[in-house]
């Protein structure tokens, strides 16, 4: 099932966005937002496209949905886990820190590998070879066992998609990029929708959750074999794309990242992430529809696929819906849409995951494995609702009002400091307080209520302390980007 802990909040799926005072289009990314489209420079006209690069780019789309879908099964299939192995949702909470443990710690170990050794190499071992790992998570016979081989092959799929980007831009000019991004994800996209409910066809069988492993472990390998059959990777990589490599991998200057905090709006977004709890959601979220809803696995993985379609429209409506705010308000017009998008999605977090007797009556908790009631359809609606809801915040307003006040010779440094280091390591400890709470209070539906859906209510109440410098700060980037030409900033 596709796996949204490696991500920013705003986009699941991966996207573009237009880069707010520019021409540009940027791409959203684990790291933030890449700048893929713009006006052709001299070296972009003599650009020669490689030969194969539409089959090289589908293929890349295809390596980045499996990895998603791989990272995600152990979530999808905890029930049946839990239940293998006698576990409890601290367990599950452990397994989700994990992988956001492994993208902080070993993504800028990847960038490093694929400077120096090539990035189509690096993705095949990591995307490819990798799948082993997964494929003999299938076969553990204890819960350390799963936990050290689940553990590893979390390793590798962390690594791909900022790989994954630099490759495509070798393989297509800056101006070409936009198409090129967006054709990935469409792939990414396409593929997820078709196998998160057919793994799901796993969840009748107590064993399924082995079948679900062989099944990614296997494709792993196969997106391996088609990275290398249809991937032809320049000789040589431009500095900008090697920079931009290891930006998305959540490599910084610490000097750059001591900048960031001058501009005081960056440095009030980084406590505000504190408040920011979905991703921690999602590692939980099928546990709830499993097992405390009684949907069990399959009815699970079709409404984590209901809501993922809500959330690739999201993504493109928060763009849209900002657009609208800002040219009627003004850049304030972002903050109070913001404000809005935090109540509704705290609302509905509410509705679909604490107060979900009201739309499904009569529903039993049961282990997760039994399917003892389908969802209504008024729950399916509801859960497409938070998943169109979801990306509106971050695609809309947070990534945006990022990239309008950072100076350029920032704007990489301050996504990987924000969303791939403070982001991240605050959902490494939630995931892991989530689950223990969770466990000692013996409800997970009220844990996510207290700890994930009232933090979005804080949150609107907190985002007027940006009334007052943000305007201010947008005013300001062009002058800033001068001062750090002349070393003075």
């Known amino acids: 099932m596709p796996d949204n802990n490696y991500r920013p909040e705003g986009d699941p799926l991966g996207g573009s966005t237009q880069v707010p005072g520019t021409d540009d289009m940027a791409a959203v990314t684990p790291a933030g937002v890449t700048v893929v489209d713009g006006d052709e420079t001299d070296d972009e006209r003599d650009f020669v496209p490689p030969k194969g690069r539409l089959g090289a780019t589908i293929a890349l789309g295809v390596s980045q949905s499996i990895d998603n879908s791989e990272g995600g099964v152990s979530k999808t299939f905890f029930p049946q886990i839990m239940n293998a192995f006698g576990l409890s949702d601290a367990e599950l909470g452990l397994l989700n820190a994990l992988g956001n443990a492994a993208r902080m710690i070993f993504g800028p170990v990847w960038a490093m590998l694929a400077d120096r050794f090539g990035r189509k190499l690096i993705l095949f071992i990591v995307t490819g070879l990798w799948g082993l790992w997964t494929l003999g998570a299938a076969f553990a016979q204890s819960w350390t066992m799963l936990l050290v081989l689940y553990g590893i092959s979390l390793v590798g799929t962390v690594a791909s998609e900022p790989i994954l980007n630099g490759l495509l831009g070798s393989l297509y000019k800056r101006s070409e990029r936009g198409k090129a991004f967006g054709t990935v994800r469409g792939t990414s996209a396409a593929l997820g929708f078709v196998m998160t409910p057919a793994l799901g066809q796993f969840g009748g069988d107590p064993n399924g959750w082995r079948y679900a492993f062989i099944t990614m472990g296997v494709l792993s390998i196969v997106s391996g074999i088609l990275i290398l059959i249809f991937v032809n990777e320049p000789k040589k990589v431009e500095k900008e794309n090697a920079d931009e490599l290891k930006s998305e991998a959540g490599m910084f200057s610490l000097a750059d990242a001591v900048k960031l905090f001058k501009i005081p709006t960056i440095a009030l977004i980084a406590p505000m992430l504190l408040l920011v709890t979905s991703l921690v959601l999602f590692g939980f979220m099928g546990q709830v529809w499993a097992r405390d809803m009684g949907f069990g696995v399959k009815n699970g993985s079709y409404l984590y696929t209901v809501f993922q379609i809500g959330a690739m429209l999201s993504a493109l409506m928060g763009g849209f819906l900002a657009d609208a705010f800002v040219k009627k308000f003004g850049h304030k017009g972002r903050i109070m849409l913001f404000q809005i998008y935090a109540v509704l999605f705290g609302s509905i977090i509410a509705i679909t995951m604490y107060f979900y007797k009201v739309w499904t009556p009569g529903i039993q908790s049961g282990d997760g494995q039994q399917v003892l009631q389908d969802p209504s359809i008024v729950y399916y609606v509801l859960v497409f609702l938070m998943g169109l809801i979801f990306s509106i915040g971050f695609s809309g307003c947070v990534l945006p009002m990022v990239s ?85 900033f």
């Open 404 to 488: 309008s006040v950072c100076p350029k010779q920032l704007s990489a440094t301050s996504f990987a400091v924000l969303f791939s280091l403070i982001q991240g390591g605050i959902n490494v400890v939630y995931s892991l307080v989530l689950g223990n709470v969770s466990k000692a209070i013996g409800s997970l539906p009220l844990t996510i209520l207290l700890l994930v859906s009232i933090p979005y209510f804080i949150n609107a109440i907190y985002f007027f302390v940006f009334y007052k410098n943000y305007e201010k700060d947008v005013h300001l980037q062009a002058e800033r980007t001068a001062l750090i030409e002349q070393g003075k």
